[in-house]
């Protein structure tokens, strides 16, 4: 029986982050954030930040502003603090500095909302033929699989998603989740304690550590 998306999405405490993908596709930027042309800022194709205007500090590039996120959280004091983090975190992922990849993840997005994981699928092989290394396409192909009850499959994109972005919250959950289905509790606990890790305060991750801690405690009765 295939999952409805929320069922996941909610899970893996992303329900927002999609929603936010979503919402931001039919915003304009802020006037403040458009160039010259009535674009807004975009990072290069190969990752690196775009040129900072003369006498300003260089913007960071994605991968130096997931660092900071990922030291931010790692300081954070409680959860609010955590929870107001996360959200920047998982929408720096879905920014790949391509128009285009950006543009097919919204409408992969849209098509797992929808519930056509066919569709999704599709596009999500694209998006990866297109740029291979960008850790978010392997991710969103990851959930569109595991939505459409290929467990194997989205492993195997989880691995790739890792691969690329090893801290990937969104691909640990995803694990754990997947863990769990299979009975493997003792597994899935590592994983969310590899979470826990990275985002010490993170309810979520808190939660599913705790209920699976509380499983294995009982059963050992």
């Known amino acids: 029986m295939r999952r409805p998306a929320h069922f996941l999405l909610g899970n893996l405490a992303i329900a927002a982050f999609l929603a936010s993908v979503s919402a931001r596709a039919d915003e304009p930027p802020a006037a403040s954030q458009l160039t010259p042309d009535g674009q807004g800022p975009q990072a290069k194709p190969d990752g690196s930040a775009p040129q900072s205007k003369k006498g300003e500090p260089p913007e960071k590039t994605p991968v130096e502003e997931r660092a900071d996120?990922?030291?931010r959280l790692a300081a954070a004091k409680d959860a609010d603090e955590t929870?107001?983090?996360?959200?920047r975190l998982l929408r720096s992922y879905s920014e790949?500095?391509?128009?285009?990849?950006?543009?097919?993840?919204?409408?992969?997005?849209q098509a797992i909302g929808v519930q056509n994981y066919?569709?999704?699928l599709k596009i999500l092989d694209a998006t990866i033929a297109l740029l291979p290394d960008w850790a978010e396409g392997w991710n969103a192909r990851a959930t569109a699989?595991?939505?459409?009850?290929d467990y194997k499959g989205s492993m195997a994109d989880i691995a790739q998603t890792?691969?690329?972005?090893?801290?990937?919250?969104?691909?640990l959950m995803g694990m754990g989740m997947i863990l769990e289905a299979r009975e493997k509790r003792e597994e899935a606990l590592k994983v969310y304690e590899r979470v826990l890790v990275i985002a010490p305060h993170?309810?979520?991750?808190?939660?599913?550590?705790?209920k699976l801690k509380a499983a294995l405690a009982g059963s050992e009765l």
């Open 162 to 171: 890792l691969k690329r972005e090893p801290k990937h919250l969104g691909a």
């Open 145 to 149: 699989r595991y939505l459409d009850d």
């Open 118 to 120: 066919s569709d999704a």
């Open 83 to 87: 929870a107001g983090i996360i959200p």
């Open 69 to 71: 996120l990922y030291a």
């Open 96 to 109: 790949s500095g391509s128009d285009t990849a950006d543009l097919l993840l919204r409408r992969a997005h």
């Open 202 to 210: 993170w309810r979520n991750a808190q939660e599913a550590a705790d």
